[in-house]
């Protein structure tokens, strides 16, 4: 059962991607500011405060036990605690996001949560003259009573 569950994210997340790639914008496809969409912003501004700041906890709380994070210099972790430890090691201190203006789209995904697609960059305090270039994400937001908690990001470079 848990496969099929997946699968139908992914094939909404793809449905979502191609509506907001090719179509004109409809009904399940609006960029328009909405109490979801400001829920979202307000959740990644949250999720990064914590990343640039190395608040762990924060974090923590906003990762689901049930994670898929594709990375696509990195791979696939499916941990949450190995994700965390990784955050910790590699990033705190040493890597900050920044969001493009603007770039947030975000769609619901009835019975479900959310999906947000966006530009960010990232900058390593390691490498100051590195130039950063905008990567995508895309985030799959799952709501369970009131608490929101990520479950699914791909992150491209």
Known sequence: MKSKTNFSVI?????????????????TCTTEPTDLYHTIVELDRMFFEAYNTCDLETQAKLISEDLEFYHDQGGLTTSKKDLLVALKENICGKV???LVA???EVSEIPGYGAVQMGLHKFYNNQEPDAISNPGRFVTLWKKTDD???????????
Request: charged content about 15%; hydrophobic content about 45%.
């Open 96 to 98: 900050k996001r920044e």
């Open 147 to 157: 608490t929101w908690q990520m479950t699914r990001i791909i992150s491209l470079h």
């Open 11 to 27: 094939g909404s997340v793809i449905a979502i991607m191609l509506c907001t790639s090719f179509a004109a914008p409809s009904k």
């Open 102 to 104: 603007g770039s947030i």
